[in-house]
């Protein structure tokens, strides 16, 4: 015959709550990796985008890395 014990009262609600906060941290650990590389990937480039959209770029120079590789002007118009 075999003999199973139960735990009554409060060690059983000790018990119960010391299970449900392992299984929680179980499951935070299972899902903080995606979380972070969800936020790097997706919400940070967004976040990004939208406080540059506020302010805007001014390019420092009028040729391409230093090089004035292609010089463009509006013709002339004779009026």
Known sequence: MSTTTTTTGASA???????KRREA??????VAPFLAMFA???LIPIVVSVYRS???D???GSDLYGLSLI???EPT???
């Open 58 to 60: 001014v390019a420092s």
């Open 40 to 42: 790097v990937v997706f």
């Open 13 to 19: 609600i000790r018990t119960t709550s010391l299970r």
């Open 25 to 30: 941290r179980a499951g935070i650990g299972f």
């Open 54 to 56: 506020f302010f805007r």
């Open 77 to 79: 118009r004779p009026y």
């Open 71 to 73: 010089h463009i002007s």
